[in-house]
């Protein structure tokens, strides 16, 4: 048994250490590949779009959702769909008119937004003060001073 163990470990051995790629060369050669050392070559194209024109679907969208002022963040997020949808088709000069149009909406929305956040909370500090003046006083008029 040990005999033939060595045998075969001999044998494997012996094989030209090649083997694996002499035979892939056959077979290419049979099925009708390359012949010869020439690995085969292959073309990449980069396609690339000379301008990148953002469309501001995230910020549309978050203005709709959250700060959603006379409705301009849903004419923005509409706006920037075209765009994208101009972009998906190839005109750029149109996805950078509707992304031109989405962008300042979506400013006028945010402006107003914070406009409005600003003046409730001047209203809720106004009011709150009130309450507390009003309740101040009618503590000293009930007191009797």
């Known amino acids: 048994m040990s005999n033939t163990t060595q045998t075969f470990s001999q044998a494997h051995v012996g094989l030209p250490p090649n083997y694996e790629k002499i035979q892939e060369e056959h077979e290419i050669a049979v099925l009708g590949g390359t012949h010869g050392p020439v690995p085969p070559t292959s073309t990449v194209i980069n396609i690339r779009s000379d301008t990148a024109v953002p469309d501001h679907v995230v910020w549309s969208l978050f203005n709709t959702i959250f700060m959603n002022t006379c409705c301009l963040g849903f004419i923005?997020?509409?706006f920037s769909i075209k765009s994208r949808d101009r972009k998906?088709?190839?005109?750029v000069i149109g996805a950078q008119s509707y992304a031109s149009t989405a962008k300042c909406l979506n400013i006028?929305?945010?402006?107003?937004?914070?406009?409005?956040?600003?003046?409730?909370?001047?209203?809720?500090?106004?009011t709150i003060t009130a309450i507390i003046q009003n309740l101040s006083q009618s503590k000293i008029d009930s007191q009797g001073y």
């Open 76 to 78: 923005a997020f509409a």
């Open 108 to 126: 006028s929305a945010l402006v107003l937004s914070i406009i409005m956040i600003i003046v409730f909370i001047t209203l809720y500090a106004a």
């Open 88 to 91: 998906m088709v190839g005109d």
